[in-house]
């Protein structure tokens, strides 16, 4: 039960240390280089949440792997996909009704 709880709540740590930082990347990138970098940065980041999801998943069907490096995958998956949230609210504002 305590290992779960500590899973779930290093899960949602991430959304408030992730979250923000994905923001922050999106105003500064687009300072320096404009929306299409932007774009391409929630690219970037969205796909190595990806990668990391499946390999969370993936080790489920490894040899019985460490419950320490699940959580530390599990973790990275958790930051990149807050941050790409976080990068997803910098883009959403500047969207045209067209």
């Known amino acids: ?10 899960f949602g740590v991430m959304n408030a240390v992730a979250r923000p930082a994905g923001g922050v990347a999106s105003d500064a990138v687009a300072r320096l280089f ?4 932007r774009l391409w940065l ?10 990391l999801c499946v390999l969370v998943g993936r080790m489920g069907a490894a040899e019985a792997p460490s419950l320490a490096a699940t959580m530390a995958v599990m973790v990275a ?3 990149f996909v807050q941050a ?3 990068l997803t609210f910098g883009i959403v504002p500047f969207v045209s009704k067209r």
């Open 1 to 10: 039960m305590e290992a779960a709880g500590a899973a779930a709540a290093c």
């Open 42 to 51: 929630l690219w970037a980041v969205q796909t190595a949440g990806a990668a």
């Open 34 to 37: 404009g929306m299409r970098r």
């Open 84 to 86: 790409a949230s976080g």
């Open 77 to 79: 998956c958790a930051a």
